[in-house]
């Protein structure tokens, strides 16, 4: 029996704790995630100078400008200070690369506020922002903005029930050209990795979109059974070999992980470093969030195919090499009348 076999109590003991606990957290709490950004208006007061706005400036503004929204009879519901180059489209708190001094004071309100009562209040911050003394060739805007509702669960819900389609097909597809034995595995795999994953999101409570976790569970187990399937098809090989073919369940095994194990590594650190990439070029935002988060149930992926499927599998192949022996020793009625 190859060394990961042996350990499999230990992998099973790992996986399971986390497990439990992100059930009963799950239970108690559930996801800690925030809903699509609805519907809303924004003002941003943005100011642009190459030297540092100070303190007594800042403050200027958010007098300024909550002094305005008192006097037009409007209340927000959130204020953001925004560093760097302000999107007009987000209501979310982002950090861009800055084009001198970029400071933007953004104030959120509900869809349902007069459009005609914040524009009035935008008209009173330019007057009083005119009134200020602010440094010479300081240039600062105020702005309206109407945010529509962007709802990603619609696409991406479609996109978690289409690989778990693809995941299905896979399975019935490792069934028929690698065996009943390797689908059961990765059948267990890919059902472990998609609870290791939703178990991770609950115990650590990272934020996450609504939809998300249902997501990451359709990648973990798609990248579960991509991973295995470059098990599968060392494992095929070596039942072609007749050098091979007589291996114990465990030394098959084994001798499987041994020549396989940079392929599935080098898949799974492709995987990752692609997400990695993407996620840090948009920089802040919905896919950004996303892409991130996507590199648990990789993650979850990798260590399932390098540790726990193939401990699993020593023994799903010895139970199913105990079988094959047994028919072969004491062949059917059938095969009998077929071999007269």
Known sequence: MNKRSKLFAVWLAVSAAVIIAGIVLFALLGFNTSPDRMAGKTVDIRYNIVVELSDAHKETLRSASENAFAANGVS?????????????????????????????????????????????????????????????????SVSVHTLAAERFSEPLWRAAVGIAVGVVVALVYTGIRFGIGCALTGLTAAVHDVLLTLAFFAVTRVPVYAFAPWLYAAIAAAASLCLWLVRCMKLREQAKDPALSALSAGEAVGETCRTTDKAVLALAGAALGILAVCAACLFAGGGAIVLAGALVPVAAAAYSAMLFAPALHTRVKAGFDKVNAKRTRHPSAKARKRGE
């Open 76 to 140: 927000y519901e959130e204020a953001l200070t925004l560093e760097g180059q302000a999107d007009p489209t987000s209501n979310t708190q982002t950090s861009f690369y800055p084009t001198g001094n970029d400071f933007t004071l953004r104030y959120v309100f509900e869809e349902s506020v007069s459009a005609e009562a914040l524009q009035a209040a935008a008209d009173d911050i330019r007057t009083a922002v005119a009134e200020a003394q602010f440094e010479s060739g300081a240039e600062v």
